[in-house]
């Protein structure tokens, strides 16, 4: 199993599971966001949708870009989390990422099952 410092070109080695240091990484992130310097996320990028997704890396660079933006925002997003966590709150999640309801659930498994939109209840 690859680390996250082992993905992602030029990230701080010193910043690598370290306690205390999420405000760092999240700046790191948003300074990526800021520059639009998605290339330093490329390895990160390949190695989610080859290993963990069990896609091809996209070879549009317009598609490796907006993947890189995603991860850089869900990271920043996850960080947020983890700070809040640590000060007791552990409601704020679901601002970011609100719970569905079962039956939103259930009409996706259907149409992933189903390989199209599921049909309306009559």
Do not use: W
């Not at 490796?64 to 925002?73: D, Y």
């Not at 997003?77 to 719970?99: A, V």
Request: proline content about 7%; hydrophobic content about 35%; overall charge negative.
């Amino acid at each position: 199993m690859q680390r996250f410092t082992d993905c992602v070109k030029n990230y701080p080695k010193e910043m690598d599971y370290l306690p205390g240091e999420t405000e760092k990484r999240i700046a790191y992130f948003k300074a990526i966001l800021a520059k639009r310097d998605y290339a330093r996320l490329e390895g990160l990028a390949r190695v989610f949708c080859e290993e963990d997704v069990g896609v091809e890396f996209p070879e549009d660079p317009v598609k490796q870009r907006m993947l890189a933006h995603e991860i850089a925002k869900h990271f920043i997003n996850y960080y947020t989390i983890c700070i809040h966590r640590s000060q007791g709150d552990f409601n704020f999640e679901k601002t970011l990422y609100p719970p569905q309801s079962d039956e939103s659930l259930d009409s996706l498994s259907t149409e992933v099952k189903s390989g199209g939109p599921a049909a309306p209840a009559v």
